[in-house]
């Protein structure tokens, strides 16, 4: 099989170092506060969109990310996240944190550095990330909202989260992310 043939899904959730199912057990474990959705599986912005009704909105204090797997010229990776209607300039951004020239990362790297296939890709993710030394680039303005809404390893499913129990997740995987104006 290759990495074209996987379901980012839960269904393929046993493919992953670490299942959905595993990550979601050590958010309890840690008493990391969480709100647990099951939906259609995803793979776009636009796709999220058709089922955001199931969260808080915008002006409830929702706050719907995109999560954006970049490597530069030299092969260093990173994870980029930001307001799903965030207009990215990789130029703009290279500069800003200070890396050369920026490009998506492929799909192979993806689930080689973050764990995860395409349509997955989350905070979450830094589970396995860690592991790799990736750096992970959150937008500040993300900070102003009530909840936050990412996906535990999987499409078909999103956990709603305060940027506060966030952090603590990635003290309890000893990361420290990076937050950047965009």
């Known amino acids: 099989m ?15 170092p670490v299942t959905s199912d595993q990550l979601i057990k050590k958010l309890t474990y840690w008493q990391i506060k969480y709100k647990y959705f099951e939906h259609i599986p995803l793979m776009t912005v ?3 969109k058709s089922v955001q009704n199931l969260f808080l909105s915008e002006n409830e204090g929702g706050g719907h990310i995109k999560n954006l797997f970049l490597r530069d010229h030299k092969k260093n990776y990173l994870l980029l996240v930001t307001h799903q209607d965030a207009l990215i300039n990789l130029k703009s951004l290279q500069n800003n944190i200070n890396v050369g020239r920026l490009s998506f990362g492929s799909k192979e790297s993806l689930f080689k550095k973050l764990g995860v296939f395409p349509g997955a890709v989350s905070p979450f993710a830094m589970i396995n990330g860690v592991k790799n030394n990736i750096p992970i680039f959150i937008d500040k303005n993300l900070q102003s909202y009530t909840k936050l809404y990412a996906h535990p390893l999987v499409n078909d499913r999103s956990l709603e989260i305060t940027v506060e129990e ?17």
């Open 46 to 48: 636009k796709e999220s």
């Open 166 to 182: 966030l952090e603590l997740f990635f003290r309890k995987i000893n990361v420290v992310p990076n937050w950047i104006e965009i």
């Open 2 to 16: 290759t990495i074209e043939e996987y379901n980012p899904s839960s269904f393929s959730q046993h493919l992953l």
